[in-house]
């Protein structure tokens, strides 16, 4: 059963909105409309990662589909508006730019937001100069209430390596990738 505690902006309910517009100004005023509706829908389902296919095939998500007005946008467009928010920064296909374009990483908060709320998430907790697992700073209880925690572990990678690249933290692998993190004075 689709959330409706969601509210939808009117285009939602506009028929033209699910079909690719043939004028390329009226197309750059779709791809911000729809940009802004899935970010917006997104971050109030904290939804990091989007399965293209999925979500536009029947009943795949109310997001992309009004059956009330009987439209769902097309995988395709979908295709194009998600390659457009990686132009924009706001999204990133799962298998880089040169792999298949089915799933995509959402930004509804940039790699660097959540790299800043994690940084100060360390310094209000006194963590620097400790090493913190992936699974504390995404479920553990100091991170519970914090907007990243249950983040998707990919997005938490991006964000760590935002804190690395800075110099603030280092990213400590295991045997089966990723295991934590040190942070930092």
């Known amino acids: 059963m689709p959330d409706t505690s969601f509210e939808f902006p009117l285009m939602h309910g506009f028929p033209p909105f699910y079909t690719r517009q043939p004028t390329e100004a009226t197309w750059e005023s779709q791809i911000g409309q729809w940009s802004q509706v899935i970010l917006n829908y997104a971050r109030h389902h904290r939804i990091f990662k989007l399965d293209l296919q999925q979500s536009t095939s ?5 997001l992309f589909e009004n059956t009330k007005i009987k439209r769902r946008l097309s995988f395709e467009t979908l295709q194009e508006i998600i390659q457009a928010m990686t132009v924009q920064g706001t999204a990133e296909w ?11 990483y959402i930004f509804w908060r940039r790699p660097e937001e959540w790299a800043t709320l994690i940084w100060e998430w360390v310094n209000t ?16 209880d100091l991170s519970e209430g914090q ?32 295991m934590g993190v040190k942070f930092f004075g």
Not at 58 to 62: A, H, R
Not at 94 to 104: I, L, N, Q, V, Y
Not at 151 to 178: H, P, W
Request: proline share 5%; hydrophobic share 30%; aromatic share 6%.
């Open 58 to 62: 029947p009943g795949g998500s109310d």
């Open 94 to 104: 799962e298998h880089g730019p040169k792999g298949p374009k089915d799933h995509a």
């Open 125 to 140: 907790n006194g963590l620097n100069n400790t090493v913190v697992t992936l699974y504390e700073i995404t479920e553990g």
């Open 147 to 178: 907007e990243f925690y249950g983040i998707d572990s990919q997005v938490l990678i991006m964000a760590i390596k935002v804190l690395v690249k800075r110099g603030d933290a280092q990213l400590l692998e295991g045997n089966e990738g990723y």
